[in-house]
């Protein structure tokens, strides 16, 4: 019993992680005036019970840190895969360059704070890397430097002693990183005074156009038009609509593709916004008709949601299945991780897909037959595309990347392969048949198990060493970790809000992401939220995560140059 509880072997290690966390998460749930660390609390009693002698298995240490990590960034991916190139398309070159702005910044100050005070530079790159919270760039730091000096004749022993001082910079800076960047969001949601329910209302709001599916009531008035059938009308105009239903004096229909539309037709159309201009050129103005109009005159037609589960449908084009011509049911709209998109005939489909389907009662279930309708379906765990993702991930995250003159190639490493992988398979997963859908609940599940086990290595790791490293003038470090963190991030954060004039929720994920702080990212999703953060991280973390790599490297060249 002794050694189980005092112990360092593989099962006082689980049990101290399970204790660590378990503990963690319950002091999590108390708030003081409204604001909870949440499951950054993990972190700290990590380090206190690494700090009161607490010993764990490192080999095990070491693993549970990494495949939380990798949990935690994958399910991410998966989640914001769907939309993430529309968020992409829609501001990431803005958040990406202001990204860029925070880490230079932290550059600089690394190298003016190593200048003014005697530091030694490659120090002062693990107390970089610990104010940012980013891991990988402490070992492609700490691999550079042993290189460099087995290069020059050192012992690799020796080297990799020596390089153990920006492993103890690190460790002191990282719980700042963590810290200063949740003070300074508190702090400047104070100061700007923001009302982030607000903002989040304004946010949706603002989701519902563009690519999001709207729907249009219009009156054909087009010359061009009159005489055509809907088909041709499609084959030659194109564009990304559904005609829902057609208004013919005071009689209305399903339309099909041969139907005929003449003046003064009234159409019920799905689109996006980007194509409403061009529908009132196409067919004809808008009329002031409510939807509930539709439904009162219209007796036989009905709307209903019915979700794809039937897996041999994914990959597949609207266009391909028919279901307008096979079953007299229209698909106005598809409803994918939360997001409305619309029905055109080239959108692929996908497992768990909900689609918004207008006809009789009787047509809407025998489709519901065809695609599956089966909730039970969707609750079991559909883990293959998950194993082999974090396959793939770890891969491309291995590959290295070189560029001339420095001698240690660029790796995206443990978390960045496995993020980029998973937000492909969440995008071009239908398009090329593999199913991606898991449940929210299951997301969720995957993705708090991840950052727990990650938060309690990572804790218990820097634990032993923490205070050791702190009295033996360390203290000095807390202070550069602390200008390294929160000065880039206050200048990003002004730039961000009145220049760029981005949502709340986007600079969370802009900081976060930037930072490689995935503490920051389940605190803020946590406080205020909103999963709005997890996309602009997202957009921001794997080039991020590749100049954080880069730059702690140049700077071990620079020091020893």
Known sequence: MRELIFGSGVAHTIMLLAFVIGTGLFLGRFKLKGISLGSTWILFLGILMGHLGFQADLNVLHFVKEFGLILFVFSIGLQVGPGFFHSFRRGGVKMNLLSGLNILL???????????????????????????????????????????????????????????????????????????????LIAFKAIFKIDHKKELEELEAEEQTQDQARR?????????????????????????????????????????????????????????????????????????????????????????????????????KLRELHFRDAFGVSVTRVIRAGVQLVAGPGLYIQMGDGLICVGTKDNIDNLAKKVGNSNDTLNKPN?????????????????????PGIPQAVKLGMAGGPLIIAILLGHFGPKYKITTYTTISANLMIREIGISLFLAAVGIGAGGNFWASIVGGGYWWILYGAIITIVPLCITFIVARWLCK???????GLISGSCTNPPVLAFAQGMYGSDYTSVNYATVYPLSMFLRVLVAQLLILLAIA
Request: aromatic residues 8%.
């Open 502 to 508: 981005l949502n709340f929720y986007q600079i969370c």
């Open 106 to 184: 932290a550059v600089g100050l690394t190298v003016l704070i190593s200048f003014i005070s005697g530091e030694d530079l490659s120090t002062m790159t693990g107390v970089m890397s610990g104010a940012v919270t980013n891991t990988p760039g402490l070992g492609a730091a700490q691999q550079t430097f042993i290189d460099i000096a087995t290069a020059s004749g050192t012992s690799r022993m020796a080297a990799g002693v020596a390089s153990e001082k920006l492993a103890s910079a690190y460790a002191v800076a990282y719980p700042i990183g963590v810290l200063g960047v949740i003070a300074v």
């Open 383 to 403: 883990l293959v595309p998950i194993f082999l993702g974090i396959v793939l991930g770890i891969v491309f995250g291995s590959i290295p990347i070189r560029f």
């Open 216 to 316: 249009m009531h219009v009156e054909v008035e087009n010359p061009a038009i009159f005489g055509m059938r809907l088909a041709d009308i499609l084959r030659d105009f194109g564009g990304e609509f559904v005609v829902s239903r057609i208004m013919k004096g005071e009689e209305i229909s399903f339309p099909h593709a041969d139907t005929v539309l003449m003046e003064g037709d009234k159409l019920l159309i799905v689109t996006s916004q980007k194509e409403v201009d061009r529908l009132r050129i196409l067919f004809g103005k808008e009329v002031p008709m409510h939807v509930d109009q539709w439904r009162t005159m219209d007796h036989n037609l009905v709307t209903r949601r019915i979700v794809v589960t039937n897996s041999s449908l994914t990959g597949k």
